[in-house]
């Protein structure tokens, strides 16, 4: 059986019907509506761009990056205007989608964001999980961002010997499931803050049952406490130059340790017991061949937590340069600045870009499971190939079909797996090649235009 054109009654109006069907299970248009009057967007006027209007077009404009902020609200019309009773109907004009964007600013995105990306996945999910804890990582990375005088005033911009970076950047940190490729928290800074100081803010969406990794980057003893604090366990590599003082040897080759804070005089003032796991990489074909890594964990039983298995499951936090790799070169612009020019509509941007990834993610974990396969087995390209497609579809068919139609496409989904590759052993590394040339002693202004 085919599918039913919508019908559209004729006094209906165009906000009222505008939806992202193709992500109406993960974000519902109901928590839209909850979030525009949590912060009072409501129009008491019925214009061609409604509050929840803008809060998908913060989402679209990330499932379709390579198109102008017009484009993409034809987008989310698109399929409504082929069946609409008035053939005269036009979107809204640029400064109308300008100003919707900028009128609901960073806050509701943020709200949506927290409201939306949660953990999703259960003991189920295969690679999700470990001796029943749920595997979660943080990373932190850096974003290029439009070169304009509110960002560089706001986020700055990195300096050397060689001059001043070209665009403004920032500092992003971000807490991902790993199971899931999911990012269910994630924070944006100025780019002369540390990661470190990004990680211990991201510790207030962790809890009990979560095995929490970091790497070398993020350590530190007020790291390690606040994850404790909170209930949870954790897996980090140290950094080199971190001592330890050695308690005792435990049988499968790890040792428990105090992990020690000193006061100014050099005095030990507290202790945490760690226990220490120290492995190397014995295959020459791999990267970090006989490279020494130290990982700590607050697992401290040998016999319930083996080291070898721990030492495995460590390799899992690198997936989250997978993620990353995903946001930035697939889902957007690949190499290209954001294209918001106000610092509020940076952080719009950013979050709207992983609440696109999340709803994304949410999507082939309910078609892996059904594949019975890994999240990490279905092509993220090919998936958001098939979601910018079915927006259209989602449009035009009949409401009371919505729910066969999204079986049908949960099934072309699952039905594009990757084969299996092995876990990474180092980070995904980004190599960009300076230039032979000296720099200029100067710098032209930029040119600004009304």
Not at 214 to 233: E, I, N, P, Y
Not at 385 to 412: K, M, S, T, Y
Request: include cysteine.
């Amino acid at each position: 059986m085919g599918y039913m054109i919508r019908q559209i009654e004729k006094n209906a109006k165009m906000t009222d019907e505008v939806r992202l069907e193709a992500l109406e299970t993960v974000v519902p248009y109901a928590t839209l509506q909850a979030v525009v009057q949590a912060h009072g967007l409501q129009r008491q006027r019925k214009r061609k761009l409604s509050a929840e209007m803008g809060l998908l077009m913060a989402i679209g404009m990330n499932l379709y990056s390579h198109l102008s902020l017009g484009q993409v609200v034809h987008k989310l019309v698109q399929g409504l205007r082929y069946i609409w009773p008035d053939p005269s109907f036009t979107p809204a004009s640029k400064g109308a989608v300008s100003q919707i964007r900028y009128e609901i600013g960073a806050k509701p995105v943020v709200d949506l964001f927290h409201r939306i990306c949660q953990p999703m996945t259960h003991p189920d999910t295969p690679g999700a999980f470990l001796y029943g804890l749920r595997l979660m990582a943080l990373d932190g990375l850096i974003e290029t961002i439009a070169d304009t005088p509110q960002n560089e005033r706001v986020f700055g911009r990195h300096t050397s010997g060689r001059g001043e970076a070209g665009y403004p950047q920032l500092q992003a940190v971000y807490l991902e499931e790993v199971g899931a490729h999911a990012v269910v928290d994630a924070g944006f800074w100025p780019i002369h803050t540390g990661e470190r100081k990004g990680g211990l803010r991201l510790l207030r969406s962790i809890g009990a049952g979560i095995l929490l990794m970091w790497d070398a980057g993020f350590h530190s003893f007020a790291m390690v406490k606040q994850t404790l604090a909170r209930k949870a366990h954790f897996l980090g590599r140290l950094p080199a130059g971190v001592k330890l003082v050695l308690i005792c040897r435990l049988p499968d080759g790890s040792r428990l340790v105090d992990l020690t804070r000193l006061d100014h005089n050099g005095c030990i003032r507290e202790r945490i017991r760690v226990r220490l796991i120290e492995y190397t990489v014995i295959d020459p074909a791999l990267p970090g061949y006989g490279e020494r890594h130290r990982l700590i964990t607050s697992l401290l039983d040998w016999q319930l937590y083996p080291a070898l298995p721990l030492a495995q499951a460590y390799h899992e936090r690198w997936e989250i340069e997978i993620t990353i790799d995903e946001t930035d070169m697939h889902q957007r612009r690949a190499q290209q600045p954001l294209r918001s020019r106000t610092p509020l509509g940076v952080l719009q941007e950013l979050y709207g870009l992983l609440l696109a990834h999340y709803a994304i993610r949410s999507l082939m974990h309910t078609a892996a499971l059904q594949a019975d396969v890994p999240p990490d087995r279905l092509s993220f390209v090919n998936t958001v190939r098939l979601l910018r497609n079915a927006v259209f579809e989602g449009q035009i068919i009949a409401p009371a079909q919505w729910a066969e139609w999204h079986r049908r496409l949960i099934r072309d989904i699952g039905r594009e797996q990757l084969p299996e590759r092995e876990h990474r052993c180092n980070p995904r590394v980004v190599k960009r090649k300076m230039s032979n040339f000296r720099l200029s002693p100067f710098r032209l202004a930029p040119v600004w235009r009304k």
